[in-house]
């Protein structure tokens, strides 16, 4: 519509000058034409990387499997500097998926205890990445 309308700014004379027609008309006309011109221009390149085919519902790659493999190797690495206590705590939480009350049952420490251990131990796994130069540390 703006190139439309800068098209009719443009030739504002040759509108009003020879009273063929209406303005109307020729404005219809040539978004008729500009529409038409855009088509055939995306019509003729190839269709770019990022965009999908119509009726395809599979989603981009969101990130790479072997940069999660490499990330996954890190921690692992980065846990066994880790102290058993805190290392412990993180693998109930974390990897076993169980609540505090859980993993303090399993533990045989306070609730308490391990929401400390487990806020130490990540403190440490960070450190311990960090000092590395691993990218997962954040």
Known sequence: MQETLIRAWKH????TADG???????????ARNLVTDR???RASRPQEVTEQPEG???PPVQRDHAQRVVDSMAVLEALEDLTP????VLVAIYYRGRSVAEAAE?????AGTVKSRTYYALR???AAMASA?????G
């Open 12 to 15: 504002a004379g040759d509108l």
């Open 20 to 30: 063929r027609g209406s303005v109307r008309g020729w404005l219809l006309t040539v």
């Open 39 to 41: 088509a055939r221009a």
């Open 56 to 58: 395809l519902a599979t």
């Open 85 to 88: 206590e805190h290392r412990d």
């Open 106 to 110: 399993v533990l045989g420490i306070a």
């Open 124 to 126: 440490a796994l960070r």
């Open 133 to 137: 130069g691993t990218e997962a540390a």
